[in-house]
């Protein structure tokens, strides 16, 4: 730990290796458009390429999809109760940032990174890097999702999808056993708020099937660029 500390600026040790956050709007990434690969500045492992960045108007660097299965690895946070996925460098460990489910096509993921643990390397000025990507890329490993990040995301979504789906049949069965002359009394406003739970049920049960797609792995270069 002292060789990181002596070898890293104060901000990209308190991140990496203290698993801090850098304030948002605080990284120069946040405007690079440039083709090139993002870097981990504890090792140097490539871990993302711009044509995988978007604006995600949080704060940070986002990415919705890393190099490949082996550029990150996916674990467990509990630091804030409810789970987050964390994102760390595969090759050296140092804390990256997380992994939310609100990104954009194709893969429906956002890489949330500190940008302090990244350094930039440009294709025009590292076209042997730039080469060495792309031919990784061409045979990615699979992204695996871990069974832990996974399963607290199905279990909460799943309880509230039969929450709320139990609290739409209570109320019809209320709706049949106060009859006819009853919901027909009702405004239409009052009637759709009868049926607000079930597509709120609805919702969740939806998002519970997408956190159990997340533990097929999915091979980078499979998806759409």
Not at 106 to 113: A, I, L, Q
Not at 144 to 163: D, K, R, T
Not at 194 to 204: D, N, S, T
Request: net charge negative; proline share 8%; charged share 20%.
């Amino acid at each position: 730990d002292a060789e990181w500390k002596s070898e890293l600026r104060p901000e990209a040790y308190d991140v990496l290796r203290r698993e801090g956050t850098e304030p948002p709007w605080s990284s120069s990434l946040n405007d690079v458009e440039a083709p090139g690969t993002f870097a981990c500045v504890g090792c140097d492992s490539p871990l993302y390429r711009t044509d995988a960045k978007f604006n995600s108007g949080s704060g940070w660097p986002s990415f919705y999809a890393p190099l490949d299965g082996d550029a990150v690895e996916l674990r467990v946070d509990y630091k804030l109760v409810i789970p987050r996925t964390e994102v760390v460098c595969k090759t050296c460990g140092g804390h990256l940032g997380h992994v939310f489910d609100d990104g954009p096509r194709p893969t429906g993921k956002r890489y949330c990174m500190n940008g302090v643990a990244m350094s930039f390397l440009n294709d025009s000025d590292h076209p042997d890097l730039a080469e060495a990507v792309t031919v990784r890329g061409a045979n990615a490993a699979p992204m695996e999702q871990p069974l832990m990040a996974v399963l607290p995301g199905v279990a909460i979504n799943g309880f509230l999808s039969v929450l709320f789906i139990n609290s739409f049949l209570d109320n019809m069965k209320n709706l049949q056993s106060a009859g006819p002359s009853a919901v027909a009394n009702m405004g239409w406003g009052a009637t759709a708020f009868e049926y607000l739970p079930l597509a709120i049920g609805v919702f969740y049960a939806g998002n519970t099937l997408l956190k159990i797609s997340d533990l097929v792995p999915k091979k980078v270069s499979d998806k759409e660029r």
